[in-house]
């Protein structure tokens, strides 16, 4: 799950965001960077039995002109892009949000390098902003890790044996 836009901070811990059963990965505005010191931000939550979170690395800043190269890597990349798109810079991927993310306008994008493998639905807004949440849902099924089994074995013990205990 990926929140963009969160307006989270360094005064934020991080015990106030955390999700049972996830692991996030978390990208706060540096206002020193981007001049602004509200909006901005990004929260990625990892579901731990679809990934082992220690291989997931977030970005907030990226170049990387041989992105194509890491063809045995599964990419993705989003977040408000207001005025940019990556169409042409990212011949190889494919954008899925195709709806209308704040008012009329697509600008929450995301792409990644596996074709079709998301299917985009707009959902309203949460809370008081003004983009609408969009679920991509995957077009595959997502591995997971299996709970370990607990086998116990319990024998039947003859009267004899029974009666042979100090009880």
């Known amino acids: 799950m990926c929140l963009t836009e969160t307006w989270l901070n360094n005064n934020i811990p991080d015990a106030n965001i955390k999700l049972t059963g996830f692991s996030h990965v978390r990208v706060d505005r540096d206002p020193s960077r981007s001049g602004k010191r509200k909006g901005g931000g990004l929260v990625l939550y990892i579901n731990n039995r679809w990934c082992n979170p220690g291989h997931v690395t977030v ?3 990226i170049y990387c002109p041989d992105i194509e190269l890491l063809a045995e890597a599964y ?56 983009h609408n949440l969009v679920f991509l ?5 997502p591995l997971v890790c299996r709970q370990k089994h607990t086998m116990r074995s319990f024998r039947k013990w003859s009267p004899e044996c029974a009666a042979g205990i100090s009880w």
């Open 59 to 61: 970005k907030d800043i």
């Open 75 to 130: 990419i993705a990349i989003s977040g408000d892009f207001n005025h940019v798109t990556l169409d042409s810079t990212l011949s190889a991927f494919y954008q899925y949000v195709k709806c209308p993310t704040r008012k009329n306008k697509t600008i929450d994008l995301m792409y990644a390098n596996v074709k079709d493998a998301y299917t985009a639905t707009p959902l309203p807004p949460l809370g008081k902003s003004d």
């Open 137 to 141: 849902h995957p077009q595959y099924t």
